[in-house]
């Protein structure tokens, strides 16, 4: 494959897998504010599961991206040694 191609390819899938997380931790925000206008008993809960996912969902979002990098660095590192 082209360089170019993988190196669009790539971007293409950061972008998504971002667009993945922003989606995510609006979601759950958007839960969040729900609940708590329904006031609910474990609204407390759901605002530390909230602010979790906040720290969490970007964390498993890099370490996807890092791990499809690698995966794909490997992938062209042994088509240029062929």
């Excluded at 720290?55 to 499809?68: G, H």
């Amino acid at each position: 494959m082209d360089g170019s191609y993988m190196g669009d390819m790539k971007k293409k899938v950061k972008r998504i897998m971002a667009w993945i997380g922003i989606c995510l931790l609006l979601a759950i925000y958007l839960l969040m504010l729900i609940f708590a206008l329904m006031k609910t008993e474990n609204w407390f809960s759901y605002f530390l599961v909230a602010m979790v996912a906040t720290i969490v969902v970007p964390i498993i979002m890099w370490i996807n991206m890092f791990l499809y990098d690698r995966i794909i660095g490997d992938k062209k590192q042994s088509e240029v040694e062929e």
